[in-house]
């Protein structure tokens, strides 16, 4: 549903008709923790406090417009803490990274329930690193991760910072080129280094094909952490790619906490993350030039839950660039008119059948698409009558679907597409009609492992809720060049029903249609859309239960999936042309071509990669031809472990031939990558 040229999407100008006219929100104050001016890179913690002649509760919302620029969103609106009859905004740490100057920092207070607002700015200066004209580079917060300044370069030239151990064992590695913005300096988050290593460092301005060199530096990485537990890596299979020498892993609950790292070959820590405000966060995409997108949890609202309630943009060195969450994406799609996107927390006990609401994030959040925009997976939850999906509890029944909610530049809602509603996107239900069960009939209580918060269980519903699809990747198929075709559109997959779907997008015109479905023929249902090209006679040709679905080569080469397989795996025992036995099954690295016009899929790759992980996974096409691929969980001596694998293109199919092959914790998904700024844009 496009909210482009919707009013009701401006959210604060929204007054509810009910609000009371003697309704006033008032400021107390907005005070930071370190007088002004601060240079680049300090950390300044912001507080606010505001009054309400309502009940409240009142959120907080704080926006950062650097110098001679507009507001741009920082924290988007959550609530505060009421004491004393005053609200406090949880506070908000800023570290500016960007350029000198004078910034405004504004917090916007709005009740929700009453529609009033209030808002007040203050300025803050922002003063250089760069002394005397001379390059500066110092550390951060993270040991591994240091910040470079250099002065400022002429206007049309780019800027980059090449940096090596002075030891020089390793090649030079050197950050994204960015655009010079004179008169003001150019600084770097330096990542992807050794814990304890000397480092040389400089900046290179290119100015009309004339690289110039800017004076060498010196910096000494600190030591890994002690305090907080960091994955370990395990060679399995030692390899040399070159060009692709480091690998994220996106790692998952390590002592009650996620951590994220990055290695390079060898199993060696060059970068690692832990949320700083304590909370559990996994990654779903590195970002061009450094950073991540994460899924993080923390209370946004509702105080029922507060897993997985917050979209984040992180940079190298572990500071929130830009935040939204769950409860005002909430209010976005109410006012917008989602019949099923709203707040969990209105409904009575046992809440009536037709009562739907969205939960958390969930799996996958990109920025790919256009302009700026960002498009994230969020769970709904709604309530079906007595016997949906065959449930025999004789109780309404809690089925979970899903919702694609595509943010704009500034993190406002601008599109969403909900499976179940017909005015958002439901053209689609011949394709997936909500009778179309899970495949393997997976179900979700309250606590169950790999599933969103359930909101709405309780008595009276029974009580295990129908996980009917369970997405878990999001690629966006950008328009062909040619112009000849439709493009702009979302590949959808959806785990628990083995397809993958298009949505007709369009760039936000589109209709919320799906267009096609790709998956194995079923006894739910008939085929997908597709045949299945069976180059390789396999007897079980297709994926199943797969992970991480996109189209390389910025949509015109070949579709690579992670096939868990667990289909597959399932019928095995059942005789269904399978030489499988019970766990004897491994997973698949496959990579697709298919044509629209024939309807026809056929393998490129299809290899065994040796070991079977039952959910998560990661699949990708390396610049070399080879391919990198995880399996993210594997029962290994009763602990979930991980392994990323490179493997080669040759032999397309049969066992895979494995050039790296590195243990550790388990993991949702992983990137193989030259270096930090470089990540796949699949």
Not at 236 to 253: E, R
Request: charged share 15%; hydrophobic share 40%.
């Amino acid at each position: 549903m496009d909210l482009r040229t919707n009013g009701l999407l401006c959210l604060l100008g929204i007054v509810a008709l009910h609000a009371p006219l003697f309704a006033t929100v008032t400021i107390g104050s907005l005070t930071p923790s370190v007088p002004s001016p601060q240079k680049i890179g300090a950390s300044i913690k912001w507080e606010a406090t505001a009054t309400d002649s309502n009940a409240g509760p009142l959120t907080f919302q704080f926006n950062v417009a650097p110098p001679h620029g507009t507001f741009a969103l920082a924290r988007d609106f959550n609530v505060g803490k009421l004491a004393s009859g005053t609200w406090t905004a949880k506070p908000f740490v800023w570290v500016p990274t960007g350029i000198e100057g004078t910034y405004q920092v504004q917090v916007v207070i709005k009740d929700f329930t009453s529609g009033e607002t209030a808002s007040t700015m203050i300025t803050f200066k922002v003063s250089p690193l760069v002394t005397a004209g001379k390059p500066v580079v110092k550390a951060t917060a993270n040991p591994l991760v240091a910040l470079f300044s250099a002065p400022s370069c002429p206007a049309g030239s780019t800027m980059s910072v090449s940096f090596q151990d002075r030891a020089a064992s390793k090649p030079a590695t050197t950050t994204n080129w960015v655009a010079c913005h004179p008169p003001a300096s150019m600084t770097f988050e330096i990542a992807g280094m050794y814990p304890e290593t000397a480092y040389s460092m400089y900046s290179q301005t290119n100015t009309g094909g004339t690289i110039t060199n800017g004076a060498t530096l010196s910096f000494t990485t600190g030591a890994l952490p002690t305090n907080d537990p960091l994955p370990t890596f395990k060679v399995i299979t030692a390899g040399n790619d070159a060009a692709n020498p480091l690998i994220i892993h996106g790692n998952k609950q390590i002592s009650g906490r996620f951590a994220q790292a990055a290695t390079d070959l060898a199993g060696n820590i060059v970068w690692y993350y832990y949320p700083n405000d304590g909370n559990v966060g996994s990654i779903t995409r590195p970002l061009e030039g450094g950073g991540f997108l994460m899924h993080q949890d923390g209370n946004a609202w509702n105080p029922a839950t507060d897993k997985t309630q917050f979209l984040r943009q992180i940079d190298l060195a572990g500071n929130i660039v830009r935040e939204t969450n769950i409860g005002v994406i909430q209010q976005e799609l109410v006012a917008a008119g989602a019949v099923d996107g709203g707040p969990c927390n209105v409904f009575p006990s046992p809440a009536p059948v037709g009562s739907a609401c969205i939960g958390a994030f969930h799996h996958d959040s990109i920025m790919s698409l256009p302009n700026g925009y960002s498009a994230s997976l969020v769970d709904i939850e709604k309530i079906f009558p007595p016997g949906t999906q065959g449930d025999t509890s004789g109780d309404p029944v809690d089925i979970v679907g899903d919702m694609i909610v595509v943010l704009d530049q500034n993190w406002q809602v601008s599109w969403y597409w909900d499976v179940f509603d017909p005015a958002g996107g439901g053209n689609g239900y011949p394709k997936l009609p909500v009778t179309r069960t899970a495949i393997l009939g997976e179900k979700c209580g309250t606590a169950s492992f790999g599933c969103p918060p359930m909101l709405l269980l309780g008595p009276g519903i029974s009580p295990l809720a129908h996980d009917w699809l369970h997405a878990n990747a999001l690629y966006y198929w950008p328009a062909p060049e040619d112009g000849n075709t439709q493009g702009g559109d979302i590949i959808w997959s959806a785990r628990h029903q083995d397809s993958i779907m298009r949505i007709d997008y369009q760039d936000g015109a589109g209709t919320g249609d799906i267009l096609w479905r790709m998956g194995p023929p079923d006894n739910i249902t008939p085929a997908g859309d597709f045949s299945f090209n069976n180059i390789y006679n396999d007897p079980w040709p297709w994926f199943s239960h797969q992970h991480e679905v996109g189209i390389e080569n910025g949509g015109t080469g070949p579709m690579t999936i992670f096939d868990n397989g667990n289909t597959r795996i399932s019928a095995a025992p059942l005789g269904l042309g399978s030489n499988c036995k019970p766990y004897d099954c491994n997973n698949r690295g496959m990579a697709v071509t298919f044509s629209e016009t024939t309807l026809q899929v056929t393998p490129v790759l299809s290899v065994d990669l040796g070991r079977y992980s039952s959910a998560n996974g990661s699949a990708q096409l390396l610049d070399d031809g080879n391919y990198f691929f995880v399996a993210g969980l594997v029962p290994v001596s009763l602990t979930d472990h991980s392994f990323s694998l490179e493997v080669g293109a040759v032999p397309a199919t049969g066992a895979a031939d494995v050039i790296v092959d590195i243990r550790s914790v388990e993991q949702y998904r992983g990137w193989q990558v030259p270096n930090l700024y470089s990540p796949p844009i699949t």
